[in-house]
């Protein structure tokens, strides 16, 4: 039997495929999905961080800013001082180095207040009030997302500014103190009541603010100094001095008289801010830490700048006696090893036989944790170890319409904490008070972030890490200036061009191409979806993964199909 002159073989593959449906051959299909990239996971305000540092890399700054202030309204304050915890688990670091979120920031909150951009606009007035106790980081950050919800905020402040922190306890050298008002002012200038030089102090003035206000939100800080009992009794009155009231006395300029030799206790940022501080007035500084250098809560680079700086470190150690002499104070100290069955957040220091060494100083400086006074609030609400009791997700406590955030009700003491801690209160307290736009946050877990292993780095080229540039360690010596410096453009530029922007489609057609199936379409019709243009023909997919292993970013995935 002949075969007609027009027919194909069906083993030949000239013709069209379309008649194949190898669909039925799947057991998993591709799926087009935004994830969270670990950068946002790790970050505590939240932040989309891919979807701004992507259009710094395209030039349209301002864009990138209203992006980035949805979540933070401080740029330029948490690009100088923020921990930055969302470079930890940068997926660019396959290739070569973390991509510099901190210094992308920096750049861009200097280049919003170079050019006046306001904040977006408050929402229509709902016709609902919200008191913040406290005009800190977290006070300030909640009223600006209140106000952003269209909610009558007022802030009470005990002391005559607002800022908490940001102005009494970072040095200028950190943190210049105008580049905090201008960001705080934009705030204010959403329409925020202030009444500052007013302390909601007892029990009674609390209660009268609930009865006021449809919620309140107690932002109050960690103001109380821990204490070292035995250093007091040592030293003598006035020759032992808490760190945050040391550094507000440097604000002010009320430091004369200590003496030229100071001995720093403590190993976090406070107290590297202590001994830099004093270093910039003239002191010789130790500084005796009971952590090791490599686990101290202060940032590295912090650590590092004030070692150039001539702060003599003795880490790993602690202070055992102190004795006023004819000459000042001698400090009986010995190494340590911290006891590992410790319970988790309690340092048990062990001696070290044969650790014994002696330092001598004029003043003490201790900066070892403060913790917040409730004792106004502590009738209402519910504290434990200290800190107020506040649900992770919306921070109410345990009095109705009371929420509360930041130092008041943790223990991480970082600005970047207490200022996400604010946007969620206020999302939470938007939510209780029933308003039909807010949802409370939802925070992701780096087991649902896009890791390491879902980037195909092949598609990227080795690019070295922009540091920021520091001021010399002798001009840094000479007073307060800033000594970081901003990425200039073309930094910030280069810089941004690093980021793998994970878990984002961007729509670079490697799944369109490199499928052997054709079973991939790009859909005009979904440009502006977050998931990206492009579909799947079922009909002729496999489950093969090959657009899963071709894609850059982990933004496509495969699941198992279930019918």
């Not at 969270?36 to 989309?48: E, F, G, K, R, T």
């Not at 100071?262 to 940022?269: D, E, L, N, P, R």
């Not at 330092?359 to 106004?376: R, S, W, Y």
């Not at 199936?517 to 009909?539: C, F, H, N, T, W």
Request: glycine share 10%; charged share 25%.
């Amino acid at each position: 039997m002949s075969r007609p002159p027009n027919e194909i073989p069906t083993i030949w593959t000239t013709g069209f495929t379309d008649v194949f449906n190898t669909g039925t051959w799947r057991a998993a299909t591709p799926v087009y999905a935004w994830r969270p990239s670990p950068c946002l996971v790790d970050c505590p305000i939240d932040n989309a961080i891919p979807r701004w540092i992507k259009y710094i890399s395209e030039g349209d700054y301002q864009q990138a800013w209203l992006e980035l202030v949805e979540t933070n309204p401080f740029p330029a304050v948490t690009g100088r001082v923020c921990h930055h915890p969302c470079e930890g688990h940068c997926n660019r670091e396959v290739l070569e180095a973390v991509v510099g979120i901190n210094g992308l920031e920096h750049f861009l909150g200097d280049h919003a207040l170079d050019h006046g951009w306001a904040l977006p606009e408050a929402a229509e007035p709902v016709g609902k009030r919200v008191a913040v106790v406290g005009g800190g980081p977290a006070g300030l950050s909640c009223a600006y997302h209140l106000r952003r919800l269209g909610y009558q905020v007022t802030i009470f402040e005990a002391r005559e500014r607002l800022g908490g922190l940001l102005r009494h306890g970072i040095p200028e050298y950190r943190l210049a103190a105008q580049v905090a008002d201008r960001e705080i002012q934009r705030v204010v200038d959403l329409g925020v009541e202030v009444r500052t030089s007013t302390s909601v102090g007892d029990s009674q003035a609390f209660a009268q603010l609930r009865e006021e206000y449809d919620a309140v939100f107690v932002a109050v800080g960690a103001q109380q100094a821990k204490r070292l009992p035995h250093l007091d009794a040592g030293a003598g009155a006035g020759r032992v001095l808490d760190g945050l009231d040391y550094l507000r006395r440097c604000i002010e300029g009320a430091t004369r008289g200590l003496g030229e030799r100071m001995t720093v206790i403590g190993g976090g940022s406070a107290a590297v801010d202590v001994a830099r501080t004093a270093r910039r007035l003239g002191h010789r500084v130790s500084m005796v830490a009971l952590e090791t250098r490599a686990v101290m809560p202060a940032q590295r680079e912090e650590v590092e700048e004030a070692l150039e700086e001539g702060v003599a470190l003795f880490d790993g150690a602690m202070v055992t006696r102190v004795e006023a002499t004819a000459g000042g104070l001698r400090l009986d100290c010995v190494k340590v090893q911290l006891d590992p069955t410790a319970p988790a957040g309690e340092l048990r220091p062990l001696p070290v036989d044969g650790g014994g060494f002696v330092l001598e100083a004029d003043v003490i400086v201790t900066a070892i944790g403060q913790d917040p006074n409730l004792t106004a609030f502590g009738g209402d609400i519910r504290v434990d170890a200290g800190v107020a009791a506040a649900a992770p997700d919306t921070a109410a406590t345990t009095a109705a319409g009371v929420f509360a955030g930041g130092d008041a009700a943790g223990t991480s003491r970082f600005v970047s904490v207490a200022i996400g801690d604010g946007r969620r209160a206020a999302y939470g307290i938007a939510a209780y008070l029933g308003h039909p736009d807010a949802e409370v946050v939802v925070r992701h877990t780096l087991e649902q972030a896009v890791n390491r292993n879902e980037v195909n780095v092949f598609y990227f080229d080795f690019a070295e890490r922009n540091e920021k540039a520091k001021a010399p360690v002798a001009e840094r010596l000479t007073g307060f200036a800033e000594v970081n410096r901003v990425f200039t453009p073309e930094q910030a530029a280069a810089e941004a061009a690093r980021c793998l922007t994970c878990g984002t489609c961007i729509e670079c057609d490697n799944c369109f191409v490199f499928c052997p199936d054709m079973a991939v379409k790009k859909d005009d019709s979904k440009s502006d979806s977050p998931e990206g243009r492009y579909v799947i023909l079922d009909q002729y997919c496999k489950g093969c993964g090959l657009c899963v292993a071709e894609c850059p970013r982990g933004a496509v995935h495969l699941e198992q199909v279930t019918q």
